[in-house]
């Protein structure tokens, strides 16, 4: 299991990079990381990136991935976007967004949909956010698991 947080888009836009087998232990820790970087932003909106593109087993069971995701009740949270092309998690995502209230959770199955969505609906996200999140990325695809 892999996984990694930082921001793409100083106090605007964080990337959540999950990779390989996903726990709900995981999830929650990553979460609690991720809250704390946007309660501490110095900007009133924080878009977050999830991507778990690369995740080769995740939890089958709702009610444990729904305990896991409470960064959906931030209060400063714009719009959380989630990359998968995984069905089940697609749907599970679904619902975990709907279950938390969240009118601005969506899911893409690829990382360029969910930049673009961005784009479109905040003026204030820079022009390169896809080609800065590929650079956070790729060096984890190019190390593997490790």
Not at 10 to 20: E, Q, T
Not at 21 to 41: G, P, R, W
Not at 107 to 118: C, E, H, P
């Amino acid at each position: 299991m892999g996984r990694r947080t930082s921001w793409v888009q100083k106090d605007r836009v964080l990337l959540i990079h999950f990779w390989g087998e996903l726990t709900t232990v995981d999830i929650q820790e990553e979460n609690n990381f991720a809250l704390k970087l946007v309660e501490a932003s110095s900007s009133d909106i924080v878009h977050v990136i999830v991507d778990v593109s690369q995740v080769t087993e995740h939890p089958r069971y709702f009610s444990r991935l729904l305990r896991s995701f409470s960064v959906y009740q931030e209060a400063k949270l714009g719009y959380i976007t989630t990359i998968t092309k995984d069905n089940l998690l697609r749907f599970m995502l679904t619902g975990v967004s709907a279950v938390g209230r969240s009118r601005r959770a969506y899911n893409f199955r690829t990382l360029a949909n969910a930049v673009r969505f961005l784009q479109m609906r905040d003026v204030e996200i820079s022009t390169t956010l896809y080609d800065d999140c590929l650079r956070y990325i790729n060096p984890v695809q190019e190390r593997g698991t490790d």
